[in-house]
């Protein structure tokens, strides 16, 4: 086993990291404070290909392994998590036209969002269908060559911001196989966006209720076949569970590096605070999380590359431990902070509120255990 990263993949990290400090570092506390939709950011991230980084070169895109971009992932969510959480979503969306739209709507919509020219949100959460996405109930009828799209979907990122929707829809009967995906364009005639939902910390990006209306959608305008919609939702979910592990991680690698300098800086009864062995050990077991998460993340981020069977557990076991360990992570740095790490002068409050969400969407954690514990008992899996 080989966990050095080859040159190119250092190459990209470095990008990452020269792109967060230069285009997010400096906004990152006046978006979340003011609710800033950063578009000319995302735009600059188009740019460097960080929009489109696993999609397929066909459309513009990087076509690089999961693994890959996890390490670009991670070096802007160092610095802003909530800015970085809705590039790896827009980058599923993305990935998903570019893989399964039919040529016209792939070659119209996919060089468009691979540079960040167009943005795209992903639609699979209902009002009632949140961890049991197979009951989802927006429609969508066909009528000759078009679909006729009822029903409304819940925590959309990017909701009324962006320019074209991913929404997964019910064209057949009861239960997965009868979901379809579509790409609606954001500006159809009979969508309507809800209030911008008043949110704990994902500041920087909107997100609001969409409901459809008699929204008329072409039938090219499918991804795939009828009634695979769910099955492309849940691959595009298992990477997302990657992404979204992988901007915890980054959060937590910030906030150990906010809270070392500190310690070093930092003086009470006439000692450094570097020098309190409590805090040695906290700061020490803050980094153990922080490997042992992302060395997960990245084995899972492997099996998905690899078309590994169990690749969906790999994921879901990585979403789990990563969100947790890096949320706590994120809070006992805030802790070494005292009472500055309550202060929005400091990014740790930011860093909390940002990483907590993580352990709920994309599926929760309980949900996360229940996918691993089904692999474990009814399909005999091996996850050593």
């Known amino acids: 086993m080989d966990f050095r990263l080859t040159e190119e993949q250092q ?21 979340d404070e003011e609710h800033i939709f950063p578009r000319e950011a995302f735009s600059k991230a188009g740019a ?41 979503i827009h980058n599923m969306a993305t990935w998903m036209i570019g893989s399964w739209a039919q040529p016209g709507v792939r070659d119209h919509w996919g060089p468009l969002l691979a540079t960040g020219e167009k943005l795209a949100s992903y639609c ?47 064209t057949g009967g009861e239960g997965p196989r009868g979901i379809s995906a579509l790409v609606v364009p954001a500006d159809s005639a009979g969508i309507t966006y809800g209030r911008k939902e008043n949110k704990m910390g994902w500041n920087s990006q909107s997100t609001r209720p969409i409901t459809f209306e008699n929204v008329q959608v072409p039938v090219e305008n ?71 998460s992302r060395q997960m993340v990245r084995l899972a981020a492997c099996k998905l590359d690899e078309g590994d069977p169990q690749a969906t557990a790999y994921c879901a ?31 740790l409050e930011r860093l909390v509120r940002d990483t907590r969400v993580h352990q709920i969407l994309e599926g929760t954690n309980e949900i996360m255990r229940l996918i691993v514990a089904r692999h474990i008992l009814t399909q005999e899996a091996d996850l050593r």
């Open 11 to 31: 190459a990209f990290a470095q990008a990452a990291r020269e792109f967060a400090q230069g285009e997010l570092a400096p906004h990152a506390a006046q978006w």
């Open 48 to 88: 460097l290909g960080f929009c489109a980084m696993y999609a397929p070169e066909s459309i513009g895109g990087l076509g690089l392994p999961r693994l890959d971009a996890t390490l670009v992932f991670e070096e802007m969510a160092a610095v802003d998590p909530s800015t970085t959480a809705f590039i790896t």
């Open 124 to 170: 699979l959460t209902e009002p009632g269908a949140g961890s049991d996405a197979a009951s989802l109930t927006t429609s969508a009828r066909r009528d000759g060559d078009h679909y006729v799209l009822n029903g409304a979907k819940a925590f959309i990122s990017g909701a009324g911001d962006t320019d074209v929707l991913v929404v997964m829809a019910r």
């Open 222 to 292: 499918r991804l795939g076949e009828e009634g695979e919609g769910f099955r492309f939702a849940m691959k595009g979910l298992d990477g997302g569970r990657i992404n979204i592990a992988t901007c915890s991680v980054g959060a937590a690698q910030g906030a150990y590096e906010a809270a070392r300098r500190y310690m070093g800086e930092r003086r009470q009864f006439g000692r450094a605070l570097a020098d309190f062995q409590a805090l040695q050990f906290k700061l020490a077991d803050l980094l153990a999380n922080i490997v042992a």
């Open 317 to 347: 076991m990585a979403k789990r431990l990563a969100t947790d360990l890096c949320f706590q992570s994120c809070l006992d740095a805030q802790q070494i902070h005292g009472g500055y790490g309550y202060l929005k002068d400091y990014p």
